[in-house]
């Protein structure tokens, strides 16, 4: 199976087709709600775009989701052509924009495709890309003399904590390659997945 991979860092482009101006970026989505929070920066950033077009592959909860939208593009013409770039990469995670302003000209259904594709095309190739690795949130407590031996083992897990607070023990929460757990769990047992 070919190996996934998702975008770290992008920056926006922007180009002309026979007077239209289309802008595209390719954003790390790792949920439904970071891709609807950029949809709202977008939509802010553009309010007087003829055309807010987008395509999206997002695993959530170990579900694949997949959607693309033309906003009004012929229908097939806009999304479609943004998510085959998106699966031909095998991003993951990941969603591209893209904004038209209709310069005046009509490109037709085959130029519309070409040009959404050309857009996704400079998106990704203007993004940082790197390889995919699925991660889960655990939750553990620890004695307060435990501490050094998770930090060592967060190092050696390449894990990370997202939040600490202190009780009667220290609670954490923890994100963790999810090829990695089942092995950090024989060393931490008491830590549950969330």
């Known amino acids: 199976m070919t190996k996934l991979s ?5 920056e926006e482009i922007s180009w002309i087709e026979k007077h239209s101006r289309f802008i595209a970026v390719a954003k790390a989505c790792k949920d439904i709600a970071s891709f609807d929070n950029y949809l709202s920066q977008v939509k802010a950033a553009y309010p007087d775009a003829n055309h807010i077009v987008y395509a999206y592959t997002i ?3 170990d579900n694949m989701r997949i959607k693309c939208f033309d906003d009004g593009e012929p229908s097939g ?3 479609k052509p943004i998510l085959s770039h998106i699966d031909g990469k095998r991003l993951v995670n990941t969603a591209i924009f893209v904004v038209r302003y209709f310069g005046g000209v009509k490109l037709g259904a085959g130029g519309l495709v070409r040009a959404y594709s050309h857009s996704a095309r400079l998106a990704i190739e203007a993004a940082k890309i790197i ?4 991660t889960i949130s655990v939750a553990l407590s620890l004695d307060y003399n435990e501490q050094k031996d998770l930090t060592y ?3 050696r897990f390449n894990a990370k904590i997202l939040a600490t607070s202190y009780e009667h023990q220290v609670n954490y929460t923890i994100t963790i390659e999810q090829s990695h757990y089942e092995e950090f769990k024989k060393l931490f047992p ?3 997945k969330l």
């Open 131 to 134: 390889p995919f690795t699925q």
């Open 153 to 155: 083992n967060l190092k």
């Open 190 to 192: 008491e830590c549950k």
């Open 6 to 10: 998702t975008i770290e860092t992008s």
């Open 59 to 61: 695993l959530e909860d």
């Open 77 to 79: 013409t806009a999304g």
